[in-house]
């Protein structure tokens, strides 16, 4: 079956209309962060609630998201193997979770996937501190750490000397399967001295705040892109999401030109996406990233290598033996049909294995 969608490789943009503003608000300062800004550091929130492991801003828990993104790269016809991976790690988190304590300390792992297939020459360290628990729910605090060309080995160094546990993994999914929670508070200063001795990893602190300030000012581009999310045509989709990357980019480089007190003298409140279509909605460039190519049109379901940004989009399937199409998740089954994905793969020989 075939997913007809709209956006990036890394970012969909097919949201439903009723979709929090404060989802897409996350999801694509994430998305810009990692695939424009190579932030070396992404903070951002999770609860605790129920038994499962939820983004805040989201009803369904992180297991049901990585569920549906496995059904969605079976229907593409396209290998599942990570996200089956990312959610056994959910699952196993969530039974975890349930003994925790305030300071306790989440690690997880996250080699690059292969390059023929987009991914980047980075992965990611994820470490969350569990705060502000009560009697329904536990906060997490997470933090997306990104290492640069990476190796297997350089991970199972760094996994033991964050867990204490000795490994020899030799795929990225073993990692993805198995994150851990710790009996204690790791602090930053340490994280970092452990990733300096394991990877080429060297803390950048004036990152943030630079990132921080141009999002300031993109603010408006933001609140005018959000809104033709939820209700613009898909070409108006394109056209918003092509002006925000490339202007993302431009002040990017205004900060590295040492020119971004222009920034502040431009009067940029008046800044609105229609404006500026001429000068920014052209296709940016592509980028590898963790979740494979960033390339206008064709895309897979982005998680921004971030947690808690798998993207709650609306999914128009289009049966190969009947042409049903849905609006969501159809199972194992088609509704108009019956094909199961058992006789579609030996039907094609597609398999999401």
């Known amino acids: 079956m075939v997913e007809q969608k709209v956006g990036s490789d890394a970012f969909r943009i097919e949201y439903r209309p009723n979709i929090s503003e404060n989802v897409l608000f996350n999801d694509v300062v994430s998305y810009l962060g990692e695939y424009r800004f190579n932030l070396q550091k992404y903070c951002y929130d999770l609860t605790f609630k129920d038994g499962k492991l939820r983004d805040p801003h989201r009803e369904e828990s992180m ?29 196993s988190l969530d039974v975890q ?74 795929i990225p999914e073993e990692f993805l399967r198995a994150p851990r929670v710790l009996n204690e508070k ?37 609140k005018d892109f959000i809104n033709l999310v939820r209700f613009g045509v898909d070409n108006e989709k394109i ?25 502040y003298i431009r009067g940029e409140n008046d800044l609105r996406i229609r404006d500026m279509v001429g000068d920014f909605g052209h296709k940016p460039s592509v980028i590898r990233g963790s979740c494979g190519n960033s390339s206008n049109i064709s895309n897979l379901l982005t998680k921004g290598s971030i947690l808690n940004s798998l993207i709650e989009n609306q999914q ?14 159809v199972g194992n089954q088609c509704p108009g049909c019956g094909l199961t994905k058992e006789e579609y793969a030996q039907e094609s020989g597609i398999s999401c294995d």
Not at 145 to 160: L, M, T
């Open 239 to 263: 056209k918003a999401l092509n002006v925000l990357e490339n202007y993302a980019l431009k002040l990017k480089n205004d900060y590295q030109n040492n020119t971004e007190n222009l920034i």
């Open 97 to 170: 979770l349930n003994l925790t304590k305030d300071g306790n300390t989440i690690v997880w792992a996250s080699p690059p996937g292969p390059k023929e297939e987009g991914y980047g020459d980075y992965g990611f360290i994820f470490v969350g501190e569990v705060s502000g628990q009560d009697l329904t729910e536990k906060k997490l605090r997470m933090t997306a750490i990104r290492v640069e060309n990476p190796s297997i080995a350089q991970f199972n160094k760094a996994w033991h000397l964050l867990t204490g546990e000795i490994i020899e993994n030799k």
């Open 316 to 329: 128009w399937f289009a049966c190969p033996k009947c042409s049903y199409r849905a609006d969501g998740p």
């Open 186 to 222: 790791l602090e930053e200063g340490y994280i970092d001295a452990l990733l300096g001795i394991s990877f080429d990893f060297k803390p950048k602190k004036e990152e943030k705040e630079k990132f921080l300030k141009i999002i300031q000012e993109m603010n408006p581009l933001l």
């Open 63 to 91: 297991e049901s998201l990585a569920e549906k993104a496995i059904e969605r790269k079976f229907w593409e016809g396209k290998s599942s193997v990570r996200e089956k991976a990312e959610k056994e790690g959910f699952t």
